[in-house]
């Protein structure tokens, strides 16, 4: 497998509920971020949370992070249709700047 | 935060032929790097350049491949004799402030079909 997998590869849900999105990876972290795709479209920075932080909030998206498991989940809550777009981790290692993105997860938020 | 501008949003070529594409980063930012996204694939690592030089680079960016800022503004990416698997979205990409390992925020991409 590889670094930055997420779970699940496809999520659907009706608005006003919440979406959770795990990220998996494997080498040790200087950082970890989280990315919105919508179709086609660029990549939209959404969090960033640094290996020696364990939960980061911004606005509806909550972001943990637990290095011991090597594993972040990103929490979308009050989800909107708006919100429906491919979702990526995305780590940057302690060496280097390169982020490698994982495959991503596409949420589906349905009216 | 602003974002980098890229051009072209759309390049069409025929295979072996050249391509330039262009990232147009707002000044003071350091840190600069492309990556790529083959349709339905994940994002890839192509090379990130930092005062000048290219600072690391995947296995993927190989002797067809060439970064540069000819002019202290626009950031290229050339391609110099593309192949039918080019074909991908290509994105630049800045970094936040001066330090490395830092936020990395995204271009809109160049779509890059090769026929």
């Known amino acids: 497998s590889q670094q930055g997998e997420e779970d699940p590869q496809a999520l659907s849900i009706q608005e006003g509920e919440n979406a959770t999105m795990n990220c998996s990876y494997k080498t040790s972290i200087n950082n970890l971020q989280w990315y919105r795709q919508n179709s086609g479209r660029g990549l939209v920075h959404l969090i960033l949370i640094r290996s020696n932080e364990r939960e980061k909030h911004s606005g509806r998206l909550r972001v943990t992070l637990d290095t011991s498991k090597k594993s972040s989940s990103l929490l979308i809550t009050a989800s909107r249709a708006a919100d429906t777009a491919s979702y990526f981790c995305?780590?940057?290692?302690?060496?280097?700047?390169?982020?490698?993105f994982g495959e991503g997860t596409q949420l589906t938020v349905n009216p | 935060e602003p974002e980098v501008t890229q051009t072209p949003s759309h390049q069409v070529t025929q295979m072996g032929q050249e391509v330039i594409l262009r990232c147009v980063p707002i000044s003071n930012h350091l840190y600069f790097y492309w990556y790529r996204q083959i349709l339905g694939q994940k994002v890839e690592f192509l090379v990130s350049?930092?005062?000048?030089?290219?600072?690391?680079k995947s296995e993927i960016f190989d002797d067809q491949f060439s970064v540069e800022r000819p002019d202290g503004s626009n950031f290229t990416l050339k391609i110099r004799s593309t192949k039918l698997e080019d074909s991908a979205m290509y994105f630049c990409a800045r970094g936040k402030g001066l330090g490395v390992r830092d936020t990395q925020y995204f271009g809109p991409g160049t779509r890059l079909t090769v026929l």
């Open positions: 350049f930092y005062n000048n030089e290219i600072s690391e």
């Open positions: 995305a780590t940057v290692e302690t060496s280097g700047s390169r982020l490698t």
